[in-house]
């Protein structure tokens, strides 16, 4: 059976950091393309940063390109978002993606809120 299970999120001052984690089952995320997306109160969910599966290349959005660093633990079967200098507007629900051809699995999401 296919889970992806977030945790990590929570509440942080502006400034701070969060490490997302994705613990993955049912499948290897190093034969998976795995992203982060994220979705605020009112707005689409959009794409934060991805990791190819193979040699895990990774991109981010520009909106978080030198804050923000997707990695992977093939030996844990894990994938990671590092935040840094989080802001208020990375305030939103974080959710991992795993993606092989036109199969995709999501995770239940879990909640960053940067606020003071």
């Known amino acids: 059976q296919v889970q992806l299970v977030e945790s990590g999120g929570g509440l942080v001052q502006p400034g701070g950091s969060l490490k997302l984690s994705c613990a993955a089952s049912g499948f290897t995320v190093s034969t998976y393309v795995m992203s982060w997306y994220r979705q605020a109160a009112g707005k689409e969910r959009e794409l934060v940063a991805t990791i190819t599966s193979g040699a895990g290349s990774a991109i981010h959005a520009d909106s978080v390109k030198g804050r923000f660093t997707i990695s992977r633990d093939n030996g844990k079967n894990t994938v990671y978002l590092q935040m840094n200098s989080l802001k208020p507007d990375d305030t939103a629900v974080y959710y991992c993606?795993?993606?092989?051809?036109?199969?995709?699995?999501w995770g239940q999401g879990t909640q960053v809120t940067v606020s003071s």
């Open positions: 993606n795993a993606r092989w051809y036109r199969t995709a699995y």
